[in-house]
């Protein structure tokens, strides 16, 4: 069970009020309040606060502000935030320096500080994340207590410097040193050439005094990997560099305008040996190193794992960005009206429109999966990081789970803001209606805390891992070995020849199943988790004669399956979501939305299996008539859920200040009835124009 850690009696108040269900009478009605109480999640109170407190305008993004004064309005959040008597962003350090040591509420919290401004957010979080994290998780007791003290309330601000100008992703190929000098008992902390500089780093431009440095460390002429360094850049009465520390500003970016990216770079600075932040590896007076993790992969892989919560928060913001952007979306597409129906006297609403639904309902279903899936990555980050369940075994599904659904949900909001943006045509494009901004700000989120791409061959190498300790040990026995072959030939059987098409399609041809009934629950569950296994499978068989060749030809055969291997870690993602998706519509007690929201899983199933049509025909995954009725299906689905858009949009709690998008508060909504107004009352008086076509009509 989770534990729910509570704001304490100043905390801000809930959210802005819930409207209530709209649905039409005689039909499945969406439990609005009910369903907004349930989407807090295991933290509610905690997320309510800080929806409440982004919604305040001290914390709201000012577009008029330049590059210079957005920083330092974005700085001086952050110092209201440190001040906060509740201390939401020390949630998560121990309570013996005043947090509360409750990693999942941190981040239940934190991420919807996206709402009021991403740049907010992110400084946040390299303050709090990274900066502090690092302490907190790669510092020893002595050294949390010597060091976190300044990060949590602000006197220290710092830097996370792990990225390098040649080295993003390749964390391991860092060419930063520290190389320890014994007779000073002192690391000294090197740049040795240009791309060896840190870069991209949030604080390093201005603000930051301290940093955490990532650095390879050398003692005894031994490089024992990366570590983890706390190195003062700047005196903090002057803002100047300290002797050996140098760097640049990142300057005008493409978004987050209010956080300032730098670079580092250190000339030999010399740092003692007591700021090492040595929880996995120490150096003695006498340069021995020592750790409680022998292997040097393993090392450093738990290093990098302990930092995982920028993960886990940026698969959260992209959440949050995407019901930011379909609630205005929506809202709009409500209201807005655009060409004659079928009554001379109206246009139709957007939203009745078959494209306006199908490139933005299929989007809020896809919402809802990353919702409930990101809810349970929380619950398995808190249980990691509280201790109640911190096993190596946890920890890598963490790891994987993590990179699996920050690389797709960051890849998926981009698309939606785009979407959104469209679909509101030029309205979305004025920065008043805050789309094109926010897409701006969330870009960079595809590739920092891990390249998107880089990160799905992470998980498609756990999942081919996996496949091959699974394969082993059946075919460790002759019985598991036959069953192996056995399942394989029926699979082929089944699968990869024209038999299972063609007797689907008889099938098909005689049953003539009632509507909805060839894509239910079960049948979504087999085409999707059979696609990830087949993938998997495929890839792992495919990879297999690289573990005994040389390293060129191993390369050579990886890079031929390196696309395949991250498609099948798409698959992996796909079905995540839709588990967790099943699972909380099963869990719902109201029956008309548990209802709706079955239909809103439908959707996504739906639209994940059009998607990749093509792979489950030409793997006799589905029959052509089938294949056919997908879109039929999705298109009647789409149809259902229209009376019920608005309510699933409700749901998510986000009142004007939320969206603060003239479009989606009651500016379209005004014009629309104004204009309706005027025609109304020109037809009522008999003062309006006859139309040419009419009078043509009637000379015929």
Known sequence: MTTTTEPGPLAAPAEAPVAEATSPAGQPRVAVAALHDALLGAWPQW??????????????????????????????????????????????????????????????????????????????????????????????????DRLLPGAMDLSVPGAFAMTETGHGSDVAAIGTTATYDPDTEEFVIHTPFRAAWKDYLGNAALHATAATVFARLVTGGVDYGVHCFYVPIRDAATGRFLPGVGGEDDGLKGGLRGVDNGRLWFDHVRVPRADLLARYGQVAADGTYTSSIDSPGRRFFTMLGALVQGRVSLDGAAGVASRIGLAIAIRYGAQRRQFASARPQDEVVLLDYATHRKRLFPRIAETYAMHYAHERLLDLFDQVFSGRGDTPEQRQDLETMA?????????????????????????????????????ADLDVYATFEGD?????????????????????????????????????????????????????????????PAAGAWFDAGSQHELLAGRVAAKVEAVALALRPARSADPVTGQAIFDRH????????????????????????????????????????????????????????????????RARAVESELDGLLRRLRPHVLDLVDAWGLGDDHLRAAIATGAERVRQDEARAYYAAERESGKAPTPEKSLKARAR
């Not at 496949?467 to 070995?481: C, F």
Request: hydrophobic residues 45%; aromatic residues 6%; charged residues 20%.
């Open 562 to 625: 390196q696309v395949a291997l991250v498609d099948a870690a798409r698959a992996h993602a796909d079905l995540v979501r839709w588990d967790a998706f099943t699972a909380a519509v099963d869990a719902t007690p109201d029956a008309g939305t548990r209802t709706v929201l079955g239909w809103l899983r439908d959707v996504y199933a739906l639209t994940v299996i059009e998607q990749d049509l093509a792979w489950f025909l030409a793997h006799g995954r589905l029959s052509t008539t």
């Open 403 to 439: 990179a699996a659904l920050k690389a797709t949900s960051t890849d998926f909001v981009l698309g939606t803001l785009q979407e959104c943006r469209e679909a509101c045509g030029g309205a979305g494009f004025l920065t008043e209606n805050r789309l094109t901004s926010l897409r």
């Open 452 to 512: 998107n791409t880089v990160l799905l061959q992470l998980v498609g190498k756990r999942l081919v891992g996996d496949y091959a300790k699974a394969m082993g040990a059946q075919v460790r026995t002759g019985q598991g070995k036959a069953r192996f072959v056995l399942d394989r030939v029926i699979d082929t059987a089944l699968h990869r020849t024209p038999l299972r098409a063609a007797v689907q399609t008889v099938a098909d041809a005689v049953a003539r």
């Open 47 to 144: 997320r309510a606060a800080a929806r409440a407190r982004a919604a305040q305008p001290e914390f709201w993004k000012d577009e008029s502000l330049s590059m210079d004064e957005h920083r330092e309005r974005v700085l001086s959040q952050c110092h209201l935030m440190a001040k906060d008597p509740q201390h939401q962003s020390w949630l998560a350090f121990p309570e013996r320096l005043g947090g509360r040591d409750a990693p999942g509420a941190n981040l239940a919290g934190f991420e919807e500080f996206a709402i009021g401004d991403p740049s907010l957010q992110i400084k946040a979080g390299v303050q709090w994340g990274l900066f502090a994290a690092a302490i907190l998780h790669l510092g020893t007791p002595e050294q949390q």
